[in-house]
Structure formats: structure tokens, C-alpha cells
T-cell receptor, first 111, second 117 residues
């Protein structure tokens, strides 16, 4: 079982709709979780991190964490074509203190 | 420097040759990671350096891969006797890693595109 798992997609969403990206993790001790966005041919960039159960909102982005169920999600409201990218979920593995990434979900926003 | 610097940006080599990839992290960042990303895939963890601690080498795919970090700053990833399956983008990232989630933010370099012919 991979430490962090994501549906690789592609996920296609119409412009203006809500895009929902999901991630599960296996290490129950993981405390911090991160969402990175990667445009084609570019390096990943951090868009959000979360470490408390519940929701965390930043502009059009909302990260959700449920430690009991070991999943993290990212919601993108009012999706724009510029949101089209691969979204990478990452978990900070407790003890090892290393950041492990999922395989990423490719998101396409259709105008 | 202002960001994480990697060199070379592109490297084409012949099967069986050795290659060295360099990473210069952001000044003051104690944590340094190497990841590998094959075309259309996620980030595969390779190795992690944190301060003066022994590196976490658990992600290195074979003994042909090694890395060192000199003086807690610049890191070199070496691949010996390269194989075609080593072709990928090798990304380096650094962070403050002071135990707070916000300080775990990774800053990535632009990567080295390695092509083994």
C-alpha cells in the first residue's frame, strides 16, 4: 500500500463548477498535509497546507482533513481554465519527518 | 540565492555512463530532498537530508544511486552506470523544516531532465 494515494484522473470539470480532489494516506501518525499544484513542464508549487481536522479556506481553495478516515481533499470553487494542472497531495510522515507525495491528479477545466 | 538552483537543466548521456546532478538549496534551509518524476507520474521520493542527521536513503531505487550534501548546503546526486529507466526529471527541494507545518513548505528547483540513450 502506498503511503499517499490519489486518483490519477484525468478529472474534467466545466468552468465555474467546483472541482473536488481527494487523497488518502496510510500512516495514521501523519500530522501535516499539503496540496501542491504542478503545471505541465513546471515544478510543483504549494497552494495549501492543513494539519487540523475540518476545513481550511483560502480564496477559492478549501482543504479538508478527516484524520479518523485518513483522507484529505481539496475543493476549488468557481473553477477557471488556469486551474488546469496536476494536483499533488503530500503527507509529512511522522517519525521519519519526510514529505511523501501521491501520484497526482490531472485536472482539466473546460471553458 | 533567491531560490533552489539545479544544474544542469538538461543532461543527455549514454547507457552505462555516470552522471552527477547538483542542487544548491535556499540559504538557511536545513532540509533538502531529491525526488524523481517520470513522464506523467507523481514525485518519487529518493533521499532526504535534515541538518547534520544521517540522511534518509530509503527511496533510492538501487545501489547505483547515491547522494551527498556537503557542509549542510549543496547536494550532489550521483547515478552510476545509468540505465534507460533512469530517464526522468530529477527535482530537488528545500525547506526550513523547523517542526511547524508552515515551515515544511518545499521550494522546488526547476529540475534536471535526464535522458539516457
Amino acid at each position: 500500500q502506498k503511503e499517499v494515494e490519489q486518483n490519477s484522473g484525468p478529472l474534467s470539470v466545466p468552468e465555474g463548477a467546483i472541482a473536488s480532489l481527494n487523497c488518502t494516506y496510510s500512516d495514521r501518525g501523519s500530522q501535516s498535509f499539503f496540496w501542491y499544484r504542478q503545471y505541465s513542464g513546471k515544478s510543483p508549487e504549494l497552494i495549501m497546507f492543513i494539519y487540523s481536522n475540518g476545513d481550511k479556506e483560502d480564496g477559492r481553495f478549501t482543504a479538508q482533513l478527516n484524520k479518523a478516515s485518513q483522507y484529505v481533499s481539496l475543493l476549488i470553487r468557481d473553477s477557471q481554465p488556469s486551474d488546469s494542472a496536476t494536483y499533488l497531495c503530500a503527507a509529512l510522515i511522522q517519525g521519519a519527518q519526510k514529505l511523501v507525495f501521491g501520484q497526482g491528479t490531472r485536472l482539466t477545466i473546460n471553458p | 540565492g533567491a531560490g533552489v538552483s539545479q544544474s544542469p537543466s538538461n543532461k543527455v548521456t549514454e547507457k552505462g555512463k555516470d552522471v552527477e546532478l547538483r542542487c544548491d538549496p535556499i540559504s538557511g534551509h536545513t532540509a533538502l530532498y531529491w525526488y524523481r518524476q517520470s513522464l506523467g507520474q507523481g514525485l518519487e521520493f529518493l533521499i532526504y537530508f535534515q541538518g547534520n542527521s544521517a540522511p534518509d536513503k530509503s527511496g533510492l531505487p538501487s545501489d547505483r544511486f547515491s547522494a551527498e550534501r556537503t557542509g549542510g548546503s549543496v547536494s550532489t546526486l550521483t547515478i552510476q552506470r545509468t540505465q534507460q529507466e533512469d530517464s526522468a526529471v530529477y527535482l530537488c527541494a528545500s525547506s526550513l523544516a523547523q517542526g511547524w507545518a508552515s515551515n515544511e513548505k518545499l521550494f522546488f528547483g526547476s529540475g534536471t531532465q535526464l535522458s539516457v540513450l
